[in-house]
């Protein structure tokens, strides 16, 4: 390779800086490894901040019911079933260890007037069981994962630097190379092993709570390098995102707001998800409450600018809810100039999470390719076809660690580091600076240009309402946009050059958009967020199977995967939740739970 590059070398690579990152991070430290952090932006500011609610866990502070078998059971069911079992038997029993490893270093929480831990109530949760920091919960997390990071040994972070490429030895990864965002220097980083921690995607929608960080760029690579991508049709709508001003829409409305008392109103001042569904309401899961909003919009009974009213106002004090959605209080007021104390707050669903992600082993984080493991919102299997809200923050801490911690096993077993053949690093290095090529003049083709058409085709025919016509026309816009990107070509040098950014940006958006429609079409049915028109109801087939994207000659393909039956014991569980229905079992457990009785619920 002509061009110079910066070397770094560590035994764990861990690709971001989020709440999973820096878990990984401090256990595979602890584990005795030198851990390097690459984060894509500052650290600091990783999306997990996002995450305003709470920390979703059993500890009955509140409920006393409440235990981590009904948090298992309210997160399958949540998932429509066709979550990785074991992932959440693992998350509610651990996360409670969890959130006070978090308090003992030096997290806060919101206290019961007896100092236990607060809990919240959250959509489709059966008891109080988010733990909070007022609205600002991720803020909080990341802030006290950060200064453990920081001060455990063998932790080191280079901020600032866009990966492009997994590296590889034979079938085992084996680092990564990319470059620095404000100088454009190329740089290649030798692994024993990879934790990608890099969050999820939403910046190829149109209207999303995603920071411009969010385009997909970990499960990208891990596709490229071998690794399967399991569940991608289902994208979460979050169902209450700002929608006015223009310039703040898609920012997130906290479900707090809701857990708080919060409730939907149309045009009409109804409180519509009385109809819809009237045991949860609100507090309904997400992909409920997103489609009822967007039917509400259909039918003619929308707020000004196509969504909804969420009033909080009448439900709450003044003095309250300043105190409880201190947040919340200062954005509307900033951005919207609404006093949410007096008046309500126009809201409507925005591209909020992704379900799907890099396929993993429940108990190592372990990705399909040799030395890859993978947590947080770039793995999945926990969530199935739709997450709970306050179950993100405990995913990253729960799996963060179990990544982290099986990353430096296999570092430390390794021996000497794998070496990384001249022709890879050439051609990384090649496809990094060909979009400086000044080469095809006219016929040049505008990075921001085909990121506009991108959102523009999965917003409208790839969003919260799908079907064959629309998802293949998604498709197909999906294909001539990826011939054209070949043609992206940006002026001026490597030295903050935001056009340069924004091309390695749309190439891997492309590859994780068609790997979500691909999935949808495949999935001929409405399960979760995936809502098809063509196929209102759900699958007896398609509910016993997931679906993965992997690299097959050079194309995209999408195979079925039989998920794990649960065994009888924990099939039991399922009827520990207040919101169990036996007629939504899948054929193959018929008979195996008995009715729940109401005592208790």
Same mark, same amino acid.
């Given at each position: 390779?002509?061009?110079?590059?910066?070397?770094?070398?560590?035994?764990?690579?861990?690709?971001?800086?989020?709440?999973?990152?820096?878990?990984?991070?401090?256990?595979?430290?602890?584990?005795?490894?030198?851990?390097?952090?690459?984060?894509?932006?500052?650290?600091?500011?990783?999306?997990?901040?996002?995450?305003?609610?709470?920390?979703?866990?059993?500890?009955?502070?509140?409920?006393?019911?409440?235990?981590? @078998?009904?948090?298992?059971?309210?997160?399958?069911?949540?998932?429509?079933?066709?979550?990785?079992?074991?992932?959440?038997?693992?998350?509610?029993?651990?996360?409670?260890?969890?959130?006070? @490893?978090?308090?003992?270093?030096?997290?806060?929480?919101?206290?019961?007037?007896?100092?236990?831990?607060?809990?919240?109530?959250?959509?489709?949760?059966?008891?109080?069981?988010?733990?909070?920091?007022?609205?600002?919960?991720?803020?909080?997390?990341?802030?006290?994962?950060?200064?453990?990071?920081?001060?455990?040994?063998?932790?080191?972070?280079?901020?600032?630097?866009?990966?492009?490429?997994?590296?590889?030895?034979?079938?085992?990864?084996?680092?990564?190379?990319?470059?620095?965002?404000?100088?454009?220097?190329?740089?290649?980083?030798?692994?024993?092993?990879?934790?990608?921690?890099?969050?999820?995607?939403?910046?190829?929608?149109?209207?999303?709570?995603?920071?411009?960080?969010?385009?997909?760029?970990?499960?990208?690579?891990?596709?490229?390098?071998?690794?399967?991508?399991?569940?991608?049709?289902?994208?979460?709508?979050?169902?209450?995102?700002?929608?006015?001003?223009?310039?703040?829409?898609?920012?997130?409305?906290?479900?707090?707001?809701?857990?708080?008392?919060?409730?939907?109103?149309?045009?009409?001042?109804?409180?519509?998800?009385?109809?819809?569904?009237?045991?949860?309401?609100?507090?309904?899961?997400?992909?409920?409450?997103?489609?009822?909003?967007?039917?509400?919009?259909?039918?003619?009974?929308?707020?000004?600018?196509?969504?909804?009213?969420?009033?909080?106002?009448?439900?709450?004090?003044?003095?309250?809810?300043?105190?409880?959605?201190?947040?919340?209080?200062?954005?509307? @007021?900033?951005?919207?100039?609404?006093?949410?104390?007096?008046?309500?707050?126009?809201?409507?669903?925005?591209?909020?999470?992704?379900?799907?992600?890099?396929?993993?082993?429940?108990?190592?984080?372990?990705?399909?390719?040799?030395?890859?493991?993978?947590?947080?919102?770039?793995?999945?299997?926990?969530?199935?076809?739709?997450?709970?809200?306050?179950?993100?923050?405990?995913?990253?801490?729960?799996?963060?660690?179990?990544?982290?911690?099986?990353?430096?096993?296999?570092?430390?077993?390794?021996?000497?580091?794998?070496?990384?053949?001249?022709?890879?690093?050439?051609?990384?290095?090649?496809?990094?600076?060909?979009?400086?090529?000044?080469?095809?003049?006219?016929?040049?083709?505008?990075?921001?240009?085909?990121?506009?058409?991108?959102?523009?085709?999965?917003?409208?025919?790839?969003?919260?309402?799908?079907?064959?016509?629309?998802?293949?026309?998604?498709?197909?816009?999906?294909?001539?946009?990826?011939?054209?990107?070949?043609?992206?070509?940006?002026?001026?040098?490597?030295?903050?050059?935001?056009?340069?950014?924004?091309?390695?940006?749309?190439?891997?958006?492309?590859?994780?958009?068609?790997?979500?429609?691909?999935?949808?079409?495949?999935?001929?049915?409405?399960?979760?967020?995936?809502?098809?028109?063509?196929?209102?109801?759900?699958?007896?087939?398609?509910?016993?199977?997931?679906?993965?994207?992997?690299?097959?000659?050079?194309?995209?393909?999408?195979?079925?995967?039989?998920?794990?039956?649960?065994?009888?014991?924990?099939?039991?569980?399922?009827?520990?939740?207040?919101?169990?229905?036996?007629?939504?079992?899948?054929?193959?457990?018929?008979?195996?739970?008995?009715?729940?009785?109401?005592?208790?619920?």
């Amino acid at each position: 390779m002509s061009e110079s590059y910066q070397t770094r070398e560590c035994d764990v690579l861990v690709v971001g800086a989020g709440g999973a990152g820096l878990r990984a991070a401090i256990a595979a430290a602890e584990a005795g490894c030198s851990t390097l952090v690459v984060s894509k932006s500052l650290l600091g500011k990783a999306h997990t901040v996002m995450a305003e609610g709470g920390i979703a866990a059993g500890l009955a502070n509140l409920d006393t019911p409440d235990s981590w @078998e009904v948090h298992f059971a309210d997160t399958m069911l949540g998932g429509q079933l066709i979550n990785n079992w074991r992932m959440v038997d693992l998350y509610s029993r651990e996360v409670i260890d969890r959130v006070y @490893e978090l308090e003992r270093w030096g997290g806060l929480f919101d206290r019961t007037d007896d100092g236990l831990i607060m809990q919240r109530a959250f959509g489709a949760h059966s008891w109080k069981r988010l733990c909070h920091v007022g609205d600002r919960t991720g803020l909080e997390l990341i802030r006290t994962l950060q200064d453990k990071m920081v001060h455990t040994a063998g932790t080191d972070v280079l901020m600032e630097c866009t990966l492009t490429r997994l590296l590889t030895h034979g079938d085992r990864v084996c680092g990564a190379f990319g470059y620095l965002r404000n100088t454009g220097e190329l740089i290649v980083i030798r692994a024993g092993a990879v934790v990608m921690a890099s969050g999820g995607w939403g910046r190829m929608f149109r209207y999303t709570s995603n920071s411009w960080e969010g385009t997909g760029d970990g499960a990208a690579m891990a596709f490229e390098a071998g690794a399967e991508l399991q569940d991608m049709e289902f994208v979460q709508f979050h169902p209450t995102g700002m929608i006015w001003p223009p310039g703040a829409r898609g920012i997130l409305v906290t479900e707090a707001v809701r857990g708080e008392g919060g409730i939907l109103r149309n045009s009409e001042g109804e409180r519509f998800m009385e109809r819809y569904d009237p045991v949860k309401k609100d507090l309904s899961s997400r992909d409920v409450v997103a489609r009822s909003i967007y039917k509400e919009v259909v039918a003619g009974r929308g707020s000004p600018h196509g969504g909804a009213f969420l009033d909080i106002a009448s439900r709450r004090s003044a003095a309250d809810i300043r105190k409880r959605l201190p947040s919340m209080c200062d954005q509307f @007021e900033a951005l919207a100039g609404v006093d949410i104390s007096k008046e309500p707050m126009e809201i409507g669903p925005t591209i909020h999470y992704t379900m799907g992600g890099i396929r993993v082993d429940a108990e190592t984080a372990a990705s399909t390719v040799p030395g890859l493991y993978a947590a947080g919102e770039a793995a999945a299997g926990l969530h199935g076809a739709n997450r709970l809200g306050g179950n993100s923050l405990g995913d990253i801490l729960v799996f963060g660690r179990r990544a982290g911690e099986a990353a430096a096993s296999s570092a430390k077993g390794l021996g000497a580091r794998p070496a990384v053949s001249k022709k890879q690093l050439a051609d990384a290095g090649a496809a990094v600076l060909l979009p400086l090529a000044h080469d095809l003049g006219e016929k040049a083709e505008n990075s921001y240009v085909i990121h506009r058409a991108l959102q523009e085709a999965m917003q409208d025919d790839a969003g919260i309402g799908r079907s064959e016509e629309s998802l293949n026309r998604a498709l197909t816009a999906i294909g001539e946009l990826t011939e054209r990107s070949k043609r992206m070509r940006v002026g001026g040098g490597r030295v903050l050059n935001p056009g340069w950014h924004t091309c390695r940006d749309v190439l891997s958006m492309l590859t994780v958009s068609e790997a979500i429609v691909r999935c949808a079409i495949a999935r001929r049915e409405s399960r979760g967020s995936q809502w098809r028109f063509d196929f209102p109801d759900k699958d007896a087939h398609l509910g016993q199977i997931n679906l993965v994207a992997r690299k097959r000659g050079g194309a995209m393909k999408v195979e079925e995967r039989a998920n794990e039956p649960m065994p009888d014991d924990v099939v039991t569980r399922l009827a520990r939740s207040r919101f169990f229905d036996p007629a939504t079992l899948p054929l193959r457990y018929a008979g195996k739970v008995p009715a729940p009785s109401p005592e208790g619920h």
